[in-house]
């Protein structure tokens, strides 16, 4: 008999086949900078490289 904690115990059966994959796996890309933003419109960015500046410009919730 194999020794089972709790939880082991109260695993679905359906996860049973995910128990050999990896967890993740990430891939990041080397980036280079080239300027960076003045100091006040870092602050405004939250981010001193135009590069990883991405505003949200979606709408706000809820289907028009």
Avoid at 18 to 32: C, F, G, I, K, R
Avoid at 51 to 60: A, D, I, N, S, V
Wanted: aromatic fraction near 10%; charged fraction near 25%; proline fraction near 6%.
């Amino acid at each position: 008999m194999q020794n089972r904690t709790h939880c082991d115990s109260q695993k679905p059966k359906s996860c049973e086949c995910l128990d050999d994959m990896a967890l993740a796996m990430a891939y990041v890309p080397w980036q280079t900078f080239h300027d960076t933003f003045k100091l006040d419109k870092a602050l405004q960015a939250g981010t001193i490289f135009p590069e990883l500046c991405k505003p949200f410009c979606g709408r706000r919730g809820g289907a028009r």
